[in-house]
């Protein structure tokens, strides 16, 4: 009995030895720009244990902004902030549970912050006003929107009540998309916060169906979390995955650079109690977050800024879409990679074709890249999404 229950004391001293703590989480480098998305309900859930848990995780994760969503306390949320070192943060109120940015100090430059769609005719698309910071990272300009959109509803979009759930984060995700496309065309833009729905619906009921149906400018960047396992999902309780990062084609080559990534970070999983842990003392919603490997400096213009046009119907689609693009000249041809860089499909383009459709019942889920190429040259790109 006496050895039994020294192999037990050996056994759980070997795990507990080796079981991850707040202090092995990380994800920011030095030579990368890292965003994140956080829901932290009602800060601090849990007072000043919420507020220890949360500045430990801040300074283990060593990321560059944070978008912060449901800050109810302001007072603690500050004396938070001087209590980080070399971090600064930025919150306008704490109406409703307002939007919070924390950022290094030492890795972005602040040009400007400001809130959009403030006053009432916007309110029921906007509970809370998106807010906009224009900042440099390594002296490459970004444009970071904050946003919180309405919660819940039945799942279907309904665009005859001005009340649905649905509609209302639809008409927010086009206001959005305006805003965007008519300020910031050729800006690197990241949107991103607790958008309350997934990105996954038929695209019907589709809130975000504006961004996809417009894949050349616009990609989710978390669409392979959303189309992944459950276990990395960013709303366990449901389970469902709400919070998420849409990047502008500005950012797409980037994105796709060694040493960049994009996960949903799971705080549970270095905590001792798990999950129930966490959603005690921290949130209901793991955090999101991007990371970035830029192109400092290129002098490479936006690939698809000479009025080509390159572009795929449906978008996301089940198991076929059509590719369209600008009549063709001679030796034109379509290659389509996954997600690790593999050549997936390819096909040489007729002259004067302007379209074909790409069959992918032997295709796995996931995004997908698209060149043109014209005499071996890429001559345009996008993303497109395959949802089955």
């Not at 601090?44 to 994760?61: D, F, H, M, R």
């Not at 990395?232 to 919070?243: A, E, K, V």
């Amino acid at each position: 009995m006496k050895k039994l229950i020294t192999l037990i004391i050996l056994i759980f001293a070997a795990y507990t030895s080796q079981a991850q703590n707040i202090e092995d989480l990380n994800f920011g480098t030095d030579s990368t720009f890292e965003a994140m998305t956080w829901n932290i309900e009602w800060f601090p859930k849990n007072g000043q244990t919420t507020v220890n848990y949360v500045s430990q995780i801040i300074e283990a994760l060593d990321i560059d902004l944070l978008a912060l969503q449901e800050i109810s306390d302001t007072i603690l949320f500050k004396q938070m902030l001087e209590s980080l070192d070399g971090y600064k943060g930025y919150f306008k109120s704490s109406w409703y549970a307002g939007l919070a940015y924390i950022y290094k100090t030492d890795a972005i430059e602040i040009n400007d912050i400001y809130e959009i769609y403030t006053t009432s005719p916007y309110w029921s698309a906007f509970p809370r006003s998106p807010m906009v910071m224009e900042m440099s990272f390594m002296n490459e300009n970004f444009i970071i929107i904050n946003n919180h959109f309405k919660c819940c509803g039945d799942g279907i979009l309904d665009p005859y009540d001005a009340g649905d759930e649905e509609t209302r984060r639809f008409e927010a995700s086009n206001l959005l998309k305006q805003y965007i496309d008519s300020n910031f065309p050729n800006k690197r833009v990241i949107v991103l916060g607790d958008l309350n729905d997934i990105l996954t619906d038929d695209p019907v009921n589709n809130v975000f169906q504006a961004f996809l149906d417009d894949a050349g400018n616009y990609l989710f960047a978390d669409m392979n979390i959303a189309l992944g396992s459950v276990s990395n999902w960013s709303y366990p309780t449901w389970p469902s995955h709400l919070d998420h990062i849409l990047i502008t084609n500005e950012i797409f080559d980037e994105l796709e650079n060694a040493g960049s990534d994009i996960q949903t970070i799971k705080i549970d999983d270095y905590l001792s109690g798990g999950w129930w842990q966490y959603e005690s003392n921290i949130s209901d919603h793991r955090p999101v977050a991007l990371k970035i490997k830029p192109n400092l400096n290129s002098g490479i213009d936006d690939i698809n800024t000479s009025g080509l046009i390159l572009s795929n119907y449906p978008n996301p689609f089940r198991n076929v879409t059509t590719i369209y693009f600008n009549k063709v000249q001679e030796n034109t041809e379509i290659e389509i990679y996954n997600t690790r860089g593999q050549k997936v499909y390819s096909i040489k383009i007729p002259k004067g074709q302007s379209s074909i459709v790409w069959n992918t019942e032997s295709f796995p889920d996931g995004i997908y890249l698209t060149k043109l190429f014209s005499n071996k040259n890429v001559i345009a790109k996008m993303k497109m999404v395959l949802a089955k």
